[in-house]
């Protein structure tokens, strides 16, 4: 079992940057491939940016290329959304999830997901 508790989120102004952090419960963290998605008002979850378990492979939607950076720190069994340059297209609910399987840009190849944390976008 993976538990899985995203914080971070909050009101910020177009052009403002936030830090999301993921934190994971038990041992074999660094097993996980880690995902966030998100998810604006009434529309699906969207891939947003994925990391490999030793972090060395890196993934990411084109519409959060350059502006986004995924991280973890597997002694502290966390990952990391760092968000710049946002827009208030970024605006959504922003899940982290688990993967054991090697496709990790597909919200189906998640089995483990956070109760998600609201990043508003607005001046």
């Known amino acids: 079992q993976v538990q899985l508790v995203e914080s971070g989120g909050g009101l910020v102004q177009p052009g403002g940057s936030l830090r999301l952090s993921c934190a994971a419960s038990?041992?074999?963290?660094?097993?996980?491939?880690m995902g966030w998605f998100r998810q604006a008002p009434r529309k699906g979850r969207e891939f947003v940016a994925a990391?490999?378990?030793?972090?060395?492979?890196?993934f990411y939607a084109d519409s959060v290329k350059g502006r986004f950076t995924i991280s973890r720190d597997n002694a502290k069994n966390t990952a990391y959304l760092q968000m710049n340059s946002l827009t208030p297209e970024d605006t959504a609910v922003y899940y982290c999830?688990?993967?054991?399987?090697?496709?990790?840009?597909?919200?189906?190849?998640?089995?483990?997901w956070g109760q998600g944390t609201q990043v508003t976008v607005s001046s």
């Open positions: 038990g041992r074999t963290f660094s097993s996980y491939s």
């Open positions: 999830a688990a993967s054991s399987l090697l496709i990790i840009t597909l919200e189906s190849a998640y089995k483990y």
């Open positions: 990391i490999r378990g030793s972090g060395s492979g890196t």
